[in-house]
């Protein structure tokens, strides 16, 4: 009658850690996908930046060709208050960029900060239940 319990025992306990296996094999993968998708926000990260550095460099280039433009004489005073004009405008729109792009480094930098969270609280489950 013990061996029968034992053997009743033994299999319940067989089954809750096939069932503990189990969850940790899910939180494993559930980890991995969070891990894929923390080096993903990484690398929009980092082509935001590039964005961001290459837009800087463009409107260097502008704000030189305007200097140029400014230093033409008398002729060149419609072309300058056009050139003006176009830089004030490119200025508008980078800065417009500038700013989204930094919104969307923020919200990057939030949401990698959440899949970490995410995966530390995967693991401490995975851990505790197992």
Same mark, same amino acid.
Do not use: W
């Given at each position: ?9 033994? %299999?319940?306990?067989? #089954?809750?850690?096939? $069932? !503990?296996? $189990?969850?940790?094999? %899910? =939180?494993?993968?559930?980890?991995? +996908?969070? #891990? ?7 690398? &929009? +990260? ?5 964005? %961001?550095? !290459? ?6 280039? *502008? ?7 400014? /230093?033409?004489?008398?002729? $060149? =005073?419609?072309? @300058? ?5 176009a &830089?004030?405008? &490119?200025n508008?729109? !980078?800065?417009?960029?500038? *700013?989204? +792009?930094?919104?969307?480094? *923020?919200? @990057? +930098?939030?949401? *990698?900060?959440? &899949?970490?969270?995410?995966? @530390?609280? /995967?693991?401490?489950? /995975?851990? #505790?239940?197992?």
């Amino acid at each position: 009658m013990n061996l029968i319990r034992e053997l009743v025992l033994t %299999k319940e306990v067989c #089954s809750t850690l096939k $069932g !503990f296996d $189990g969850k940790l094999r %899910k =939180e494993e993968a559930n980890s991995k +996908k969070l #891990s894929k998708d923390l080096k993903a926000m990484s690398h &929009v +990260k980092a082509q935001l930046e590039s964005d %961001k550095r !290459f837009l800087q460099v463009r409107l260097d280039s *502008v704000v030189a060709k305007e200097t140029d433009l400014k /230093a033409i004489p008398k002729i $060149g =005073e419609e072309r @300058a208050l056009v050139a003006e004009i176009a &830089v004030a405008t &490119v200025n508008c729109n !980078f800065e417009a960029m500038v *700013v989204e +792009k930094d919104k969307l480094l *923020v919200e @990057a +930098k939030e949401e *990698v900060e959440r &899949v970490k969270a995410d995966c @530390a609280n /995967a693991e401490a489950r /995975a851990l #505790s239940e197992y």
